[in-house]
């Protein structure tokens, strides 16, 4: 279950501390040229170490492509690529090699696959993600192509929250801050928050929000295979996704359908128009046409800087402590990967429809 | 993509005014007792008009099975089942026949197929989860011949919450309430608000909460395929569903890492332990043993006996308006499919590991 | 694994003495009129007892649609179709309760499931091929509005055998012989060999040669899901199939490449035309525009109704010999059947590129 | 769709002339110890020049393996692999630039994608299978721990026909002939044939036979998804294969039902025999645990050293000749690539079950 999406779709690998990590994109539309500095730079965003509230592990994560590209374009045959694991110090780890580190996925694939390989996480380490990031970047591009944009940016860190409604907000502003939030002053809050948790080794979870501009209407399918659910299904396989919901979401719960229906209207040129979108642009499982907007919730990063008690393969109570530098949140990291995972979902949905 | 699911599969037909809705189960395990009054009895409970807060209509819907059961067993073989719609009065919808109505599948529908069945929103009607029910309690047996048990139940009404977590529950209790809250002032609550929006044909949201129990260790994948993302796919292509959270979900992402990593210690017997469950049974994708437990929020139903302002298919101004007697609240009858496709994603993640 | 196909699917159920066969078709396209006497039509082509060389026994076999059709066109739903089995003389099988009748699927279904259902086979019954036929019908329909007819006969029945190549043959004769073989020389060569065979209680194998004409450049896919691949897989799936070749085929392999090359000239329009088609309209896995043939080879059918030796589920020795009249040869039933996964392979592949 | 399986999968990557072939395996179980040197040696059997009678290019193929292997051992996580491709002498092709050569999948692949790659096939050229060979290696690993082995060979080059049936061979001597055919004196025919038709720069089709023993009863399915139909799939993805047939296939087809029909008998010891396998090991589309074996057929290679008549992309007439060595006989190193897809589709299928 390595393999993501029905049209275009990814096959990720790598673990941690293997040779490389990667992936086969397939089904990508022949003749697209390819923008290689785009996806460089994609995959630059979600590298550690861009600034002092995130890890400073260095990974000079390079890009290669194997297949697929002919003269600067696609060529319709799949198109590999990988990134090579350079900072690979696996005795580094050698001192949880039989530990199962709280809320970390040690213990489930120890169960699931009668072994771990401890370095870093494995399979499971973050790394992973530089697969869907280089596929996202190359879904973005076609999307562009046909006029759609994916956006995200952090709307929650901790308890400073952004109330501004993405409509309100001047997404040029987003990589200008380091936690990746277009207001300048929520930025500043959710900043000095994590640099607060940072400075006693513990870590802090958050939101992230995502909009879709330009997403034709039909876009989904009606009972299985909503837009929603794909979108929902992506998400949540991002390490430390703890939960997604889209339009007026959980927070619209209280409300009357009287004060969330999206009314249609005869527009001044005859056409319908929307007055809200309390929908999410998503209506039965089908795209409306209108933006789709999502909230994704993360976790907090288990890996601390505290001392924490847990046991080891044989049962024994351990302490562990990680050492070094840490990440304290995840969610500047995590914001290249939301918007690749809706990236992938809406080009493998136009594809199919 | 009316077929759900990997090895346990759900093949779904029908529309509110044809001849039947139905499904094909696939991939049953073979001689399983088929307890057909137990199967009868969950979709009686997604059945409108059990109290006098949901919908009056009469659906006597009896389930007739096709195939797949011999001798009282399953044989391996595909399980078609059909409910005939009794119900069918077509005329009733004449009214809506080129109406788009407010939030429904409506329009995008009619975007996407180039078509549109007025009558009681055709495929997207909410009689479509009458096969999730059925396919869901031929899952609920085959689960609890594996000790595992799926409780969901009804724990936001609008602004009316149960505050208690689900460990304090006694789930006996949910059934006795017409809106499947467990807690009794609280249902009271939740009763009281749903008569009121009711009283003024308006409709309210709400949350509902899904515990399993009995999981083993081991079932979901470690990148795509978590069980977390099946969980979250299955539960956002319920009708009216706008998010999903399983375990600390979006109301922990204020927390710290130090507040709510799970951390396991050595038990008197010497295995394993864990001393909390933030993560909801679910860690790195994979299942842990704990319980699993997660959260569904739904919108207002869209259909109000309120006047509404809307368009036609030629983009004229109309006012829509349900007749008769409407379901104010969605909740008592979502409880039931919650658990269906709960059912049916343990079920199939359990056949796939 | 009863669903079939990636865009167009067909869903499979029933045994042969259940209540019903029957599938459900998703994935067509919507705003296609239904010719539901066709459709009955080419169900009426696969029925027993068409003439006196193919079993005898009564299956009125009528289709009735459940779902998926408004006011006689497509709408985009699924579409659920059932035939009622009415001719359910289980006590016929009694005597078979406890046999592994040769060469039928009665042992190895009852080692993989652990169970059986002795009468007419079962889930295994060729009954089952009926929701391939009015699923391939439905087939048809789409695509002969896209042009694309598919034609098959019978090119050889034992060791009587139809030298002509397709294209000498007039498909208008095909349905006007009981052997469905378009030369009526060696159609009558055929009914003799059969009839022959059927007064012995035996059986005869034969091949089938099946032709799709219009389909258009560019369906199929260059590595796996080659068409011919596809092609392979849907006939391989048929019952009694033995055999699949396309183009040169098996017949084909004692030729040089400077005989059997295809080659491409410029046509007097200044177009690029092909010499010859030893290709079979295929490759690399694509369809290149020219007339895709194909051969599918059949077994005789094992019921036979001369007395064999075999053993029951306890391994003691009987003999079986079944009763009534029986279907010597399965080749003009399985004309249809081929057709309709034929239809079924090309649409799905046409849907899919 | 360069994935294949259902739990075993390989995803394919890589075209002639790009950086490198290689795939991604996922589902492989964990635990399994790699035998590099095992992998490495089939793919140095399917390599060219092993022999006088096979192109003599240096292809000096090394797989490197990027993940999926700790400490000498699956992990569970996907296995990527990839051969650089070092013979890149793309000049060499230039004269091919526009011209579509006979019987090639140039053609079709400019339709379907609308560009080429001119240089050596590209994505279709025969270097794609060194993905399965690595692949199928990976699989045969796992399957001789299961006590399963599979075994290929030519049985018939042009018209030099092995007649005995395969359990009258001796397998230990199929890598002794360069043409991997078991039996002596045949295969000093099917050698002088093939040199014959290379001395004329012209290419000869033939026959491979696989066997497949030690599989247990019970795998495949009983309607779509038979093994047979799985086997046949995987197979017609071969390059320039043209047909399968499996047991009696298109041979016994003359033949009737009281011939062919493999009749149960008791065992001394009690259990239940089977006196004949001309269903080769299949029946009903599952496994009866005897012997599977099939043929697959397969047309002269396209390229020739003969001139050609053929057209360029703008439709004027050329000619084309293949200069330096070429194939004459595509079957000796077509040998490693069935026996691969066979062990591929038996394990997936074994898991599957």
Redesign the interface.
């Known amino acids: 279950?390595?393999?993501?999406g029905n049209i275009f779709?990814l096959?990720?690998?790598?673990?941690s501390h293997?040779?490389?990590?990667?992936?086969?994109i397939?089904?990508c539309p022949?003749?697209i040229t390819v923008d290689l500095d785009f996806i460089q730079n994609e995959l630059n965003r979600r590298k550690p170490g861009q600034s002092d509230i995130t890890t400073s592990r260095k990974e000079p994560d390079r890009v290669?492509?194997?297949?697929?590209?002919?003269e600067g374009?696609t060529?319709?045959?799949?198109?590999?690529f990988?990134v090579r694991n350079s900072d690979c110090h696996s005795e580094d780890y050698d001192n949880l090699k039989d530990v199962?580190r709280?809320?970390?996925?040690d213990?489930?694939?120890y169960?699931?696959?009668?072994?771990r390989?401890h370095r870093g996480g494995?399979?499971?380490s973050a790394r992973?993600t530089i697969a869907r990031v280089v596929a996202g970047a190359m879904a973005k591009i076609v999307l562009r192509e046909n006029g759609i944009h994916i956006v995200a940016y952090t709307s929650?860190a901790?308890?400073i929250r952004l109330e501004k409604p993405y409509t309100e907000l001047d997404f040029g502003n987003i990589e200008k801050t380091p936690v990746r939030c277009p207001d300048g002053e929520t930025a500043a809050q959710m900043t000095a928050l994590i640099r607060e948790?940072q400075a006693v080794g513990?870590?802090?979870?958050?939101?992230i929000t995502c909009v879709c501009k330009g997403v034709p209407?039909?876009i989904g399918?009606?009972?299985?295979?909503?837009l929603?659910?794909?979108?929902?299904?992506?998400?949540?396989?991002i390490?430390a996704?703890?939960?997604?919901?889209?339009?007026?979401?959980?927070e619209?719960?209280?409300?009357?359908?009287?004060e969330?229906?999206?009314?249609?209207?005869?527009t001044d040129s005859?056409?319908?128009g929307i007055r809200s979108n309390?929908?999410?642009g998503?209506?039965?499982?089908?795209?409306?046409?209108e933006d789709i907007y999502f909230?994704v919730?993360?976790?907090?990063?288990?890996?601390?800087l505290?001392p924490?008690?847990?046991?080891d393969t044989n049962?024994?109570?351990v302490i562990v402590k990680a050492a070094g530098r840490h990440d304290p949140c995840v969610l500047p990291r995590a914001v290249p990967i939301v918007e690749a995972m809706a990236a992938m979902t809406i080009l493998d949905q136009l594809l199919l429809?």
């Open positions: 279950m390595n393999t993501w779709r096959t990720s690998f790598g673990e293997g040779t490389a990590v990667g992936g086969v397939d089904g022949s003749n290669e492509f194997l297949s697929g590209i002919y374009k060529t319709g045959a799949p198109m590999a990988m199962f709280p809320s970390h996925a213990y489930t694939w169960l699931k696959y009668g072994h390989d494995g399979r499971s992973e929650q901790g308890n948790v513990d870590t802090i979870g958050g939101v209407a039909g399918n009606p009972v299985f295979g909503k929603s659910a794909a979108l929902a299904n992506a998400m949540m396989s390490p996704a703890k939960g997604f919901d889209y339009g007026m979401g959980f619209g719960v209280h409300q009357r359908g009287s969330v229906n999206d009314l249609f209207y005869r005859g056409s319908i309390h929908s999410g998503i209506q039965g499982g089908i795209s409306n046409g909230r919730a993360f976790k907090p990063i288990a890996t601390l505290q924490q008690s847990t046991v049962g024994n109570a429809a």
